[in-house]
C-alpha cells in the first residue's frame, strides 16, 4: 500500500505520521553488543543507559543495551526493534525498562512496565516476552498484544494473537487471542471477551506537524471566493497588479500553482511598499514557505513576527498555530502550550483537531471536529476533514455523510473534489472516476502535489505504470520536501526492477524523515531486490514496528521471509497482514503463489479464488472479473497445478489483455487438442507439449515483459531479485527390455547490473532404444533468451534456439509393402525485437525473426498394394530452407477498445533435391522399368501480411473482435497467392460462471510461422491441421464455459473446419497424404472437478465428423482423425513435494488411409510422479506410458507405442 497525501492529514493506511524534519542528533556508540535499536521516535521521547543516572534524548537509530531505560511525554512514542526480531510500540506517557533480551533460540525477553502503555509482535515459536508491571507479570507466547498500566497500577491485557498467561501472587488467568485480561495491584487477575475487536483500533499512530504549511491557504478566502479572486487577479496583467492583488495571489497561490509561484508573488509584493499589516501578511506567507522548507526556527521567528503586526483574526489564527508548530518541530524536546484562542471560528477549531490528531489520536480528532461540524455546519474544510477522519477510521457511513455535506456546500472546491474522489476510488472502486476528478482538480490547481500523488496512486492502481510515474514526478517537482512522492515512486519502480533508481529516492525520503515506516518497508524491498535478503528483512521490520498497522508492511515481511526460508514466520505475518486488513487482495496473491509452491493445492486454489472475490469486492471498475487481470491469472495456475487445465484456461481467457504480459502466457499454458492421432511420447504424458500458437504467444508476451524470460529453479521468489541457478538432470527410458537414455542442463538468471536483465539457457540430448527402428531415436537441442528493461517504456528480447533431430521412423516388413528409412534434421532459429511504449496503451513492437532447417532423407520402399504391379525404390533427399521475417505491429488502446496492426515481410529460398532410382515390375509379365532419379529444384520467396485487429471489451459480460490480414505469397516460377482473410468474435457472460464465445476466423500459412499478429480471436484458437504452403482453413469455433461451483466446472466446445491443401503426415515415415479439399467437425465436453484433498479429476469426452470433398477420394472420412474419442484421469498433489497424475485415453472410428481402412479401437493408460526433497535440491519423476501395454495402430502397420517406463532426476544448485 502507497502513502495518499490527504488535506491536513498525511495518511498512511493508519494515518501515521511523525514529527520528522527536526533536526536529528547522531546515536551514541554502545560498546556490548545491541538487544535492539529504537527505529521511530515522535519527539521529547528519552533514554537513560544502564549504569547511568542522567536522561538523555533518545534518537533515532540508537541501539539498546539490557537494562536501559526509556520513557515518553504527553506527545511522543517509540518504535523500537529487538534483535530477536521482536516489536515493540511504546506509547505515550510510558516508562519501559528493557531488562534482558533472550539470546538466539533459548532464554525470554525481560521488560518491565512501569507506566503507560505498549504494543508488541513477536515470532511465533519464539523464546517468548515476560512484561512485569507494577500489578502482575504477562508471560507472553503470544504474537500480537498490548499492556497499559495507568496511575493506580492497574494493568489491561488485550491479546490479538496467541497466548499470555497474566499472573500475580493472588492468582493467574490465560488469556488467548479475542481476549483480554485486567489485574490491580493486591487483586487477582480477570479475564474479558472482546466484542468485534478492530485491530486497527488497538494500534499506537504517529504523525507529522510539517503538513501544516503545505495543506492549506493563509487567505481568509475559503471556496467560491477564494477562486474567484484567483481568477479575479489572473486577469489583471502582471504590470498592473498592485500590492494588495500581489500579496492575495501570494497567499493563494501555494496553494494551486506551487510553492514557486507563491515565492514569485510575494517577491513581487515586497517590491511595492507595503503598510504594517501588509508587512505582517507577507511574514505570515514566508513563513509558511519557510516551513515548508523544512526552515523550521526561520519559519517560527517569521510567525510570531507577523502575530505581532496587526494581523486580523482569522489570519492571527494561522500565525499562532503556525508559531506552535514550527517551534515544535525546531525544539522536539521541548513541549510548547498550544495556542489559546477562541472556539468560535472555524479556522481555530481546524488547527486545534490537527493538533490533537497530533498529540492523542485520530479518534480524538474526529470528536474534535464532529463538535466543530455544529458550530460551522457550512465550512467545506471541516466537512472534508470530518470525511477524511471517517475515511481513516473505517467509519464509512460517517464518511459518506460528511462528504456528502462538503459536496453540497461547495461541490467544485478542489479539496471537496479530491476527497470524493478518494472515496470514490478507494472505497468504491470507481478509479476511472476518480482519476477523472483528479484531473480536473489538477487543471484547476496544478501546483498542489498533494493532486498529483494521488493521481499516480490511482494510475498505478489502473496499471497505468508509464502515467503513474510522470504524475509522482510531478508530486515531488511540486513539493521536493515531502518524502511521501519519493517512497511512492520508489515502490512503482521496484515493480519495473529499477532498482538503482529505487534506491536513490527512498535515500531521499528517508533523509526527508528518517522515520518514515514506509520509507522503512521501501528500503527493506529495496535491498530483498538488490540480494540483501538479511539487510532487507531488518528495515521492514523497522517499518512494520514504527506502523504495527500497516499490513502491507506485514506482507513484505511475509515475503522476506519466505525467501529467506523461513516459512512459518512467512505464515504468521501473512496471518497478521490478513487480520489487519482482511479485503487487501495482494495477501490472497501471496498465499496462491506460497502453496503452489508448497504444494498445497487446497489452499492454493482457495486463496486463488478469495484473491478474485477481493479484487471484484472492491466494486466499480473491479466488480467484473474480466478487469482483474493480476487476480484471474493465480487461479489459471492454481487450477493448472492440479491437472484441471480447462478450468485454468476459462480464467486464463476471461482476464486475457492485450497489454499484460501474463494474459498471453496463460494463453500460451493452455493444452488445445490435437485432431490427428499421433505416436504419444512421455513428454506428452508429462504435459510438456507445445506448438506454433504457443511459442508465438509465448514471444508476444515476452514484448510486454522480457524480464519473465528466466525463473527461479525449485525456488520461489515473490520479489524479482538477482539469482543464478542451475539445473542439470538425467533420464533412462525402458522399451522392450532396452534401455534408453536423456540429459539436460538448464541455466536461469537475472541481474539488475548495468539494466535489470533475464536470461536462461537450455540444452537437451536424447538417446531412445528400442527392439524396432521407430523407437529409436536421437535429438540434440539448445537454446537461449535473453530480456531487458532499461527503463519504462523501453524492453529488449534476443532468442536463438538449435535442434539437431535423427526420428525414429516404422520399419514396415508386411506381405504388400517394405519400408525402411532414416531422416535427419537440423534446425537454427533466432531473433531479436525492441518494444517501445508512447504510453501505457501505446506501445510499438519490431522484431526481426530468421530460421535455417536442413532435413536429409533415405528411404527404401516396396509396395504391392496395385498388385500385379509392384512399385519401388531407393531415394535420398535434402531439403534446405532460409528465412528472414521483419515484424512491426502497434498496440494502442482507446477506453474500452484495443487495435493491433501492423506488416511482416518475409524473405527466403528454398532447395530441394532428389537422387536414386525407381522400379516398376510386372509380376505376371516379369517385366521391369527402371529410372534414375535426379532432381534439383531451387526457389527465392516473398511474403507478406498486413494485419489489423479490434478487440472491445465494454463491460465484464460481453466482448467482440473483429480483425482482417492481408497476405500474398511469391514463390520463383510459381503463380502468386493474395488473399484477404478476415475473424471475427463476440463472448458474451449472461450468468456469473458462464461465458458464451462464438468466433470465426480464416487462416492461411506463409513460408515463415513468426508473427506479432493476434492468433486467437476471443481467446478461441482453431484446431490445428498441417497444411502445404497456400492452404488455407476457415474455422467457425463455439464454446461454453461454466463454472457451476467452486468445485465443478464444465466446458463445451464445438468446431467446423473447412480445410485446402492438407499435407497430413504418415507418422513415423517420410510419406505424407495430400487433399485438397476436407470438412472437419468436433465436438467435445469435458469436465473438471475439484475433490479437495489436492485431487482434480479431469474428463473429456467428444466425437469428429470429418468429410473429403475433393478428387482424391470425395465422402470418404480424413484419415488419422478418430472418430470418437475420450480422455479421463485425475491428479493428485500432497505437501510433502509429491504429485501423481493417472489418466486413460480411448480412440475409437480412425481411419489410416483415404480409403478408409478402419483401425481397431484401443484404450490406453498412462501415469507420472514426481516428488521433490524438502530443501528442492532434487526431483525425482517416474512416468510409464501405455501401462498396460496395449497393442495398437496409429496408421497401417504403424504401431502406436508400447510400455514405455521413464525415471528421471534433476539436481539443482
Known amino acids: 500500500m502507497h502513502p495518499r497525501s490527504l488535506r491536513f492529514l498525511v495518511a498512511t493506511s493508519a494515518l501515521a505520521l511523525s514529527l520528522a524534519g527536526a533536526q536529528a542528533q547522531s546515536p551514541v556508540p554502545r560498546a556490548a553488543p545491541a538487544a535492539g535499536a529504537i527505529v521511530a521516535a515522535k519527539g521529547g521521547e528519552e533514554l537513560r543507559f544502564v549504569r547511568e543516572e542522567a536522561w538523555r534524548s533518545a534518537e533515532l537509530r540508537q541501539d539498546l543495551l539490557g537494562g536501559d531505560a526509556l520513557r515518553t511525554n504527553a506527545i511522543g512514542n517509540l518504535a523500537i526493534l529487538f534483535s530477536d526480531q521482536t516489536q515493540i510500540r511504546v506509547g505515550r506517557n510510558s516508562t519501559l525498562t528493557v531488562n534482558e533480551i533472550a539470546g538466539a533460540g533459548a532464554g525470554t525477553t525481560q521488560l518491565n512496565l512501569q507506566a503507560g502503555n505498549i504494543w508488541a509482535r513477536a515470532n511465533r515459536g519464539g523464546t517468548g516476552v515476560d512484561v512485569k508491571t507494577p500489578a502482575a507479570v504477562a508471560a507472553i507466547r503470544g504474537t500480537d498484544w498490548s499492556l497499559s498500566v495507568d496511575g493506580s497500577g492497574k494493568t489491561s491485557l488485550i491479546v490479538l494473537e496467541g497466548v499470555v498467561e497474566l499472573s500475580n501472587p493472588q492468582g493467574s488467568v490465560t488469556v488467548r487471542q479475542g481476549e483480554g485480561a ?289 504524475a509522482l514526478r510531478r508530486s515531488i517537482a511540486e513539493d521536493p520536501e515531502s518524502p511521501i512522492a519519493y517512497v511512492n515512486l520508489a515502490l512503482l519502480i521496484l515493480d519495473q526492477n529499477r532498482v538503482d533508481e529505487a534506491g536513490v529516492l527512498i535515500e531521499k525520503a528517508l533523509e526527508l524523515d528518517p522515520a518514515f515506516h514506509i520509507g522503512y518497508v521501501a528500503k527493506g524491498r529495496y535491498l530483498l531486490q538488490k540480494g540483501e535478503a538479511a539487510r532487507g528483512l531488518d528495515f521492514i521490520l523497522m517499518g512494520s514496528a514504527a506502523n504495527p498497522a500497516h499490513s502491507q508492511g506485514l506482507l513484505a515481511a511475509a515475503i522476506a521471509y519466505y525467501q529467506n526460508g523461513d516459512e512459518e514466520l512467512a505464515d504468521q505475518a501473512l496471518d497478521n497482514a490478513d487480520r489487519l486488513d482482511p479485503n487487501d487482495p495482494i495477501v490472497s496473491i501471496v498465499r496462491t503463489a506460497i502453496a503452489i509452491d508448497q504444494y498445497r493445492a487446497d489452499e492454493a486454489v482457495l486463496s486463488a479464488r478469495e484473491a478474485v472475490r477481493r479484487f ?334 479490434a478487440f472491445w471489451r465494454p463491460s465484464d459480460w460481453f466482448e467482440a473482435e473483429v480483425g482482417v490480414q492481408r497476405t500474398s505469397v511469391d514463390v520463383e516460377s510459381q503463380p502468386g497467392d493474395t488473399s484477404v482473410t478476415p475473424r471475427l468474435g463476440i463472448g458474451v457472460s449472461p450468468f456469473e460462471g458462464h461465458w458464451l464465445r462464438a468466433a470465426y476466423q480464416r487462416d492461411g500459412d506463409l513460408p515463415l510461422a513468426f508473427t506479432l499478429a493476434p492468433v486467437t480471436t476471443v481467446g478461441l484458437v482453431p484446431n490445428e491441421l498441417p497444411t502445404a504452403l497456400g492452404g488455407r482453413i476457415d474455422t467457425l469455433a463455439l464454446r461454453w464455459d461454466a463454472e457451476w461451483s467452486p468445485h465443478v466446472f464444465t466446458a463445451v466446445e464445438y468446431q467446423r473446419q473447412d480445410a485446402r491443401g492438407l499435407d497430413l503426415p504418415l507418422a513415423a515415415t517420410l510419406d505424407s497424404i495430400s487433399i485438397g479439399k476436407a470438412r472437419i467437425e468436433r465436438l467435445a465436453a469435458t469436465a473438471n472437478l475439484w475433490l479437495g484433498y489436492g485431487i482434480g479429476v479431469f474428463g473429456t469426452v467428444g466425437t469428429v465428423s470429418s468429410e473429403i470433398r475433393s478428387a482424391e477420394a470425395v465422402g470418404a472420412d480424413v484419415p488419422f482423425i478418430a472418430g470418437h474419442f475420450a480422455r479421463a484421469g485425475l491428479t493428485f498433489v500432497h505437501p510433502s513435494r509429491l504429485k501423481i497424475t493417472m489418466a486413460g485415453t480411448f480412440v475409437s472410428d480412425l481411419k489410416g488411409d483415404i480409403a478408409g481402412t478402419r483401425l481397431d479401437d484401443y484404450w490406453t493408460a498412462d501415469g507420472s510422479v514426481t516428488w521433490e526433497t524438502p530443501d528442492r535440491r532434487l526431483l525425482l519423476g517416474f512416468s510409464v506410458l501405455n501401462l498396460l501395454d496395449q497393442d495398437y495402430e496409429i496408421a497401417p502397420g504403424i504401431p502406436g507405442t508400447g510400455r514405455t517406463y521413464a525415471a528421471t532426476m534433476k539436481a539443482r544448485f
Open 616 to 949: 471484484r469486492q472492491r466494486g466499480g471498475d473491479f466488480a467484473g472479473i474480466a478487469v482483474n487481470r493480476q487476480a484471474g491469472s493465480y487461479p489459471a495456475q492454481a487450477y493448472r497445478f492440479i491437472g484441471l487445465n480447462e478450468w485454468g484456461r476459462f480464467y486464463g481467457d476471461r482476464v486475457f489483455d492485450p497489454f499484460t504480459a501474463s494474459g498471453y502466457f496463460d494463453q500460451a499454458a493452455a493444452q488445445r487438442p490435437t485432431l490427428l492421432t499421433a505416436r504419444p511420447t512421455v513428454a506428452t504424458v508429462e504435459g510438456e507439449t507445445a506448438d506454433l500458437t504457443a511459442f508465438n504467444l509465448v514471444v508476444q508476451g515476452l514484448f510486454f515483459d522480457p524480464l519473465a524470460v528466466s525463473g527461479r529453479i525449485g525456488r520461489l521468489d515473490l520479489l524479482r531479485r538477482p539469482f543464478l541457478d542451475v539445473e542439470v538432470g538425467g533420464s533412462l527410458l525402458f522399451r522392450d527390455n532396452r534401455v534408453g537414455w536423456g540429459t539436460e542442463a538448464n541455466v536461469q538468471g537475472f541481474t539488475n547490473e548495468p539494466m535489470p536483465t533475464s536470461f536462461s539457457l537450455a540444452a537437451n540430448r536424447l538417446r531412445g532404444d528400442g527392439r524396432n527402428p521407430i523407437d529409436k531415436e536421437e535429438a540434440d537441442s539448445a537454446s537461449f533468451f535473453v530480456g531487458s528493461s532499461p527503463s519504462a517504456t523501453d524492453r529488449f528480447l534476443v532468442f536463438g534456439a538449435a535442434a539437431s533431430a535423427e526420428p525414429g521412423l516404422a520399419r514396415i516388413d508386411t506381405r504388400t509393402r517394405f519400408f525402411t528409412g532414416q531422416q535427419e534434421t537440423t534446425a537454427l532459429t533466432g531473433g531479436a525485437g525492441w518494444s517501445h511504449s508512447f504510453s501505457d496503451r501505446n506501445v510499438l513492437t519490431g522484431a526481426v525473426f530468421a530460421q535455417r532447417s536442413f532435413d536429409r532423407r533415405y528411404s527404401q520402399a516396396t509396395s504391392a498394394d496395385l498388385f500385379p504391379l509392384i512399385v519401388g525404390g531407393e531415394q535420398r533427399e535434402r531439403r534446405w530452407t532460409e528465412g528472414v521475417v521483419a515484424a512491426l505491429g502497434h498496440t494502442v488502446g482507446f477506453g474500452d477498445l484495443t487495435l493491433r496492426y501492423g506488416f511482416e515481410g518475409q524473405a527466403g529460398r528454398s532447395f530441394n533435391s532428389a537422387f536414386g532410382n525407381s522400379f516398376v515390375l510386372n509380376a505376371q509379365t516379369n517385366r521391369i522399368e527402371r529410372a534414375d532419379i535426379n532432381e534439383r529444384t531451387e526457389a527465392d520467396f516473398r511474403a507478406t501480411r498486413l494485419y489489423a485487429d
Open 182 to 470: 485486567v489485574a490491580s495491584i493486591g487483586q487477582a487477575p480477570t479475564k474479558f471477551v472482546l466484542v468485534n475487536s478492530n485491530d486497527r483500533e488497538q494500534m499506537l499512530f504517529y504523525m507529522t506537524l510539517r503538513d501544516a504549511f503545505t495543506s492549506t491557504s493563509v487567505s481568509p478566502l475559503t471556496g467560491p471566493a477564494l477562486r474567484a479572486e484567483r481568477t479575479r487577479i489572473a486577469a489583471i496583467p502582471p504590470e498592473n497588479r498592485r500590492a494588495e492583488d500581489w500579496l492575495n495571489l501570494a497567499e493563494i497561490a501555494p496553494s494551486f500553482d506551487g510553492r514557486a509561484a507563491g515565492v514569485a508573488a510575494l517577491a513581487e509584493a515586497r517590491r511595492f511598499p507595503l503598510n504594517a499589516r501588509q508587512r505582517a501578511r507577507a511574514d505570515l506567507v514566508e513563513a509558511v514557505l519557510a516551513g515548508a522548507q523544512r526552515r523550521w526556527s526561520e519559519s517560527a521567528a517569521l510567525f510570531a513576527r507577523a502575530e505581532r503586526g496587526g494581523l486580523d483574526p482569522k489570519r492571527r489564527i494561522s500565525a499562532a498555530y503556525g508559531r506552535y508548530i514550527a517551534q515544535s518541530l525546531a525544539d522536539p524536546k521541548r513541549i510548547y502550550p498550544e495556542p489559546k484562542l477562541s472556539p468560535n471560528d472555524p479556522e481555530a477549531a481546524l488547527a486545534h483537531a490537527y493538533v490533537v490528531a497530533f498529540r492523542e489520536d485520530l479518534t480524538a480528532a474526529a470528536e474534535v471536529i464532529r463538535q466543530a461540524e455544529k458550530r460551522f455546519p457550512n465550512d467545506t474544510r471541516i466537512a472534508v476533514l470530518s470525511a477524511q477522519l471517517a475515511f481513516a477510521l473505517n467509519r464509512r457511513e460517517e464518511m459518506r455523510e460528511a462528504i456528502a455535506r462538503a459536496v453540497a456546500i461547495d461541490p467544485d472546491d478542489p479539496a471537496v473534489v479530491m476527497a470524493h474522489a478518494n472515496i470514490k476510488g478507494d472505497i468504491d472502486g470507481r478509479v476511472n472516476e476518480a482519476i477523472d476528478d483528479l484531473r480536473r482538480v489538477a487543471a484547476v490547481a496544478p501546483g498542489d502535489p498533494d493532486v498529483w500523488n494521488d493521481i499516480g496512486l490511482f494510475e498505478s492502481t489502473r496499471d497505468r505504470p508509464i502515467a503513474a510515474e510522470e
